[in-house]
């Protein structure tokens, strides 16, 4: 079965979203999170406050990237049920890291955008907050792809245990990726905090 492609205004809705985010980034970048607007966002992309809000429901909004979400959930679907989590749910992270910085061929995102996003969340208590939120969510639909007995309170349990030791590993590799201003490979990274939180085990 074919993938259905999107209409015209699901397109052009993506578009003037992506183009409402980059000059948010840019303006946050430049000017400090704090010192913008929703309505200085919404000047420099050419649209009105109300177009931003429609978008981007808060401020904070602006500043999430979704994409890895998506991508982190479909690796970890179609992963092998037969493998230990530690290894599907790291294994989802890596590759989509290297989706989203061209590590597999053609990038799925801005890496420059990545790296301001993520200077943005570390530096900004509001986005910090926000950020754990975005965490706790991305456990929540990683569990969930992982196929997990629901009625088994002991085996999400252990899935969410698990999930939250990788995420906390690759929090620790985007910032390092951060720090070192995306010269290092994200996906070499994230697999390296990995290894070293779990002993080189999987």
């Known amino acids: 079965m074919s993938e259905r492609k999107p209409t015209l205004r699901e397109r052009q809705r993506s578009e003037t979203r992506h183009a409402i985010q980059a000059y948010a980034v840019r303006l946050f970048t430049d000017r400090g999170y704090d010192a913008v607007t929703v309505a200085d966002v919404a000047e420099a ?39 230990p989590v530690v290894r599907r749910v790291g294994g989802a992270l890596v590759e989509a890291a290297a989706a989203l910085t061209g590590g597999g061929g053609e990038p799925v995102a801005d890496e420059r955008f990545l790296l301001d996003c993520l200077r ?32 088994d309170a002991e085996d999400v349990f252990r899935a969410r245990a698990a999930t939250s030791a990788c995420l906390a590993a690759m929090h620790t590799a985007l910032t390092r990726w951060a720090d070192d201003d995306g010269r ?19």
Request: charged fraction near 20%; proline fraction near 4%.
């Open 120 to 151: 943005l969340m570390v530096s900004t208590p509001s986005l910090r907050a926000r950020h754990l939120d975005s965490q706790y969510a991305l456990q929540g639909v990683i569990v969930d792809a992982l196929g997990c007995d629901t009625a």
């Open 184 to 202: 290092t490979s994200l996906p070499d990274l994230i697999a390296q905090a990995l290894a070293a939180g779990t002993g080189g085990k999987d």
């Open 45 to 83: 992309a050419g649209v009105s406050a109300m177009t931003v809000y429609r978008h981007f429901p808060t401020k904070e909004d602006l500043v999430l990237v979704d994409q890895p979400a998506l991508l982190i959930a479909e690796r970890v679907a179609a992963s092998s049920a037969g493998e």
